[in-house]
């Protein structure tokens, strides 16, 4: 349609042809009245979701047919949800540092007597030496990982004067590999290791090991550690709680630790580094401290971490990882409970990856609001005040000597969940973007934090497509080519943690979405019979989007148990697009006449007297209208009809209406245009028939809910305004209505750019109040919120470059990976 061009967009020539191969058979004489079986339907209504009995009953029903991929499933489901009861008792999984150990095994016995006060963490030591004479992560080989760990082993051996076989090898190691730290990309040196690895040269000197205590890189080292902490004021340390707790070690010959036992942690750590309260005990006998340092070697038998604990961090990522990977639907009963733990510590100031931490950063405080703000809970952007520098900049830890790529991109990420009025998120986008693709663009996505699988392709994925229009399937299928099993994150040393990072998520997302595109595939060969038996392929003037319009409903509810919902979604996706077709080229003004009161009398007879493609294209419409209110009856226990036809009336006759502005020259004001130009997009009769099929039950008072209908208001007005500006110079040429040429008539002094950016500001405020309405508590359920904000999310992938319905090519890859192809 002119002005009002519908979901599909305009009609181009040629645009009957599709992109994508037949690779399912299409059916032409057995297509169901009905398309979807009612055990489907009665698993919807169930409200599968969130109930962990009902999951495990629908894995039994759709995954029949995949009994041993179906068993796996539960397993890892199983295992999953064991996860989740570990972390919610308090314990926090994460691998043993020998580092932090040996700083415990340096701790001499508290009541005076002679040797070490804790023999058994030396002893976890001796055992844990690797074959080549190191200490560190066993799997994954890092110069500035092994020779940390080793230097602090060999010195608390030696203080004890304990296994010289072990301390001949450890040091023949250091000798051997000492130098080749300076082929270590810098990114991926350890937390405050130039503030400790020159403290334990020290310490080796001291107890006599023979190392090249000249050797080039430790002058540096050194000399850089002297630089430091020449610039570190020690009253400051001794009076604020800073990051620098984290390694006190580093300097605890030069600490006044009567003076820091204020600053210690609730738990009695300092900062939570079992490192830097070891070295507390080595001046001062700390009751608190001994106690941290006690149940830590209790917990993990004779060892430590290197920090410790993590219950904030490790909550947040799991859900994190689940979300991402498109299988936190079978988990959300879970989920909420952590998030509920995760709120009740998050404070105006943010949060660290511990609970009660003195000291907060941006990372964890990132991950939080997004997730929090995501489900429904208060937070505020203010959270991110005290991490914004006078220059605008932000940072993640005060006093920071670089910026970590992980940290950016989730505070990136945490920025688009901006409601209206929230500046400093809107200027903390465009700084963490702009951040993002500078490094991207240098080829420097390496982190400080975590070595992972693919961060590069992570951030590239989230900067060409931002959350605001990256479609839950879609981003899952990236997701799982990008998430690593065997991340390794970067601490005082590298450690694991294995509630974050392992292959039950992997396995299970991928096993999930596989046998979920596999149900796809045969529910998308009922759409393109019922596409055949509707004869739409005959109309000349009809696009075939079938494909389009399937991927979207499969990308917004994958899940098997919402079939119903993907059968009534399709449909009305490829009804919209050929009805606007025929309003657009395939008809005369009086056969659209015709065609809007046969709509508003649901009667086919008043089509008589046009062409045999308009009476084509009204039957498909009454056909397929009369089978979903039957399916209705399943789904709501009632006949919907009345509704799914006043839903398209209200379309038909917006369009006619635009129809009549162009036969007769009429040139309306914006705000005109625009009560008739929101509901002629077309995605009402997508979007609000489906509602009734997501297994909620719609009373006929909630379908005139004034919420919900500015809730449909938004979506609309989003849609149209990027739909208007990809049309804009096409409708132009051919002097359609579009909000952009009236804009210009109305604003003579405007350039069509600035007249464009306006339009854009425009959806780009409808999308942030639709944020709000969508993530905040509501009466409206949760699935039907999100789904209008799904549509708005399609609407502005669709449209981000071109008209990507329309398109031949533009969303062919989309499809594919979506519909066509597995994850191996």
């Not at 992109?19 to 398309?35: C, K, S």
């Not at 306006?758 to 039907?784: C, D, F, G, W, Y």
Request: with cysteine; charged share 25%.
């Amino acid at each position: 349609m002119s002005a009002g061009e519908s979901f599909g967009g305009p009609r181009t020539s040629s645009s009957s042809a599709t992109p994508f191969p037949h690779a399912l058979p299409t059916q032409t004489n057995d297509a169901p009245a009905t398309i979807f079986p009612s055990k489907m339907s009665s698993l919807a209504v169930s409200g599968v979701l969130g109930n962990e009995s009902a999951v495990d009953h629908a894995l039994e029903s759709v995954y029949k047919n995949n009994a041993k991929e179906a068993e796996e499933m539960k397993h890892w489901i199983e295992e999953i949800r064991a996860m989740f009861t570990i972390a919610h008792g308090g314990w926090d999984e994460i691998s043993l540092s020998p580092y932090d150990t040996a700083w415990v095994g340096l701790v001499p016995a508290l009541d005076g007597s002679q040797g070490p006060q804790f023999p058994k963490s030396l002893q976890w030591i001796i055992n844990n030496q690797l074959p080549d004479g190191s200490w560190g992560d066993k799997d994954f080989f890092s110069y500035y990982d092994r020779l940390l760990n080793s230097v602090a082993c060999v010195v608390a051996l030696k203080t004890w004067e304990l296994a010289a076989p072990s301390v001949e090898r450890g040091v023949k190691f250091i000798q051997q590999n000492l130098q080749k730290m300076e082929t270590e990309e810098e990114a991926h040196m350890m937390i405050g290791f130039e503030i400790c690895f020159p403290a334990l040269i020290e310490y080796a000197k001291e107890v006599g090991l023979d190392l090249p205590y000249d050797a080039p890189i430790i002058v540096s080292i050194t000399a850089e550690r002297e630089k430091k902490l020449h610039k570190i004021p020690m009253d400051l340390v001794h009076e604020v709680p800073t990051t620098l707790l984290h390694s006190l070690e580093g300097f605890h010959e030069d600490a006044d630790w009567e003076k820091l036992l204020k600053l210690q942690s609730s738990n009695g750590s300092f900062l939570f580094s079992p490192a830097a309260t070891a070295a507390c005990l080595l001046h001062v006998n700390d009751d608190k401290a001994l106690n941290y340092i006690n149940g830590l070697l209790d917990r993990f038998d004779d060892a430590v971490p290197n920090v410790y604990p993590v219950d904030l961090f490790q909550n947040l990522w799991m859900i994190d990882r689940l979300q991402r990977l498109g299988i936190d639907r079978f988990f959300e009963k879970e989920i909420k409970r952590s998030l509920d733990y995760v709120y009740k510590y998050y404070e105006n100031c943010g949060i660290a990856w511990a609970r009660n931490s003195p000291v907060q950063d941006l990372d964890d405080t990132s991950m939080g609001f997004r997730l929090l703000r995501q489900h429904g809970y208060d937070v505020s952007e203010d959270v991110f005040r005290q991490f914004r520098a006078e220059n605008g900049s932000f940072f993640c830890f005060a006093g920071q000597t670089g910026q970590a790529v992980t940290g950016l991109f989730n505070f990136y990420r945490a920025t688009q969940i901006r409601f209206p009025g929230e500046s400093l998120l809107q200027e903390a986008e465009h700084f963490a973007r702009d951040f993002l693709a500078d490094k991207l663009a240098k080829n420097e996505c390496f982190d400080k934090w975590i070595i992972t699988k693919d961060l590069a392709g992570e951030v590239a994925y989230a900067l060409d497509t931002p959350w605001y229009r990256s479609l839950p399937r879609v981003e899952a299928r990236s997701y799982i080519d990008q998430y690593g099993v065997d991340d390794i994150w970067i601490g005082k040393s590298l450690y694991r943690m294995p509630f974050v990072n392992n292959n039950s998520f992997l396995a299970l997302a991928k096993t999930d979405f596989n046998l979920c595109q596999s149900i796809h595939q045969q529910e998308l060969h009922k759409i393109l019979g019922w596409n055949a038996e509707c004869r739409f392929g005959e109309l000349p003037f009809a696009r075939q989007k079938v494909y389009e319009g399937f991927f979207t409903a499969a990308s917004l509810f994958g899940a098997p148990e919402l079939s119903p919902a993907r059968y009534v979604w399709a449909r009305n996706c490829v009804l919209t697009t050929v009805v606007d077709d025929f309003f657009d080229v395939g008809s005369t003004l009086a056969e659209m006449q015709k065609f809007v009161a046969a709509t508003k009398e649901w009667d086919p007879s008043l089509m008589d007297g046009t062409t045999e493609e308009a009476k084509k294209t009204f039957n498909g419409l009454y056909n397929s209208l009369n089978a979903m209110t039957q399916e209705g009856i399943i789904a709501q226990g009632r006949d919907i009809g009345v509704h799914l036809r006043k839903i398209w009336l209200r379309w038909v006759d917006s369009c006619l209406t635009e129809a009549r502005w162009t036969a007769e020259d009429y040139w309306p004001s914006f705000d005109e245009y625009l009560e008739v130009a929101l509901p002629s997009i077309a995605l009402e009769p997508i979007v609000l028939c489906t509602m009734f099929y997501l297994g909620e039950q719609i009373t006929d008072e909630f379908v005139s809910d004034p919420k919900k209908l500015r809730l449909m208001e938004l979506v609309n007005r989003v849609g149209r305004l990027v739909n208007d500006i990809q049309g804009y110079e096409r409708e132009d040429r051919e002097g359609t209505r579009n909000a952009v040429s009236i804009l210009m008539r109305e604003n003579p002094g405007l350039t069509v750019e600035e007249v464009i950016g306006k339009i854009r500001n425009t959806a780009h405020e409808a999308m942030e109040e639709l944020v709000r309405e969508v993530h905040q508590p509501s009466p409206i359920p949760k699935s039907i919120r999100q789904m209008h904000f799904n549509m708005a999310r399609v609407m502005l992938l669709f449209y981000k470059s071109t008209d990507g319905f329309s398109s031949r090519t533009a969303m062919k890859d989309y499809v594919r990976q979506i519909l066509f192809d597995p994850v191996s």
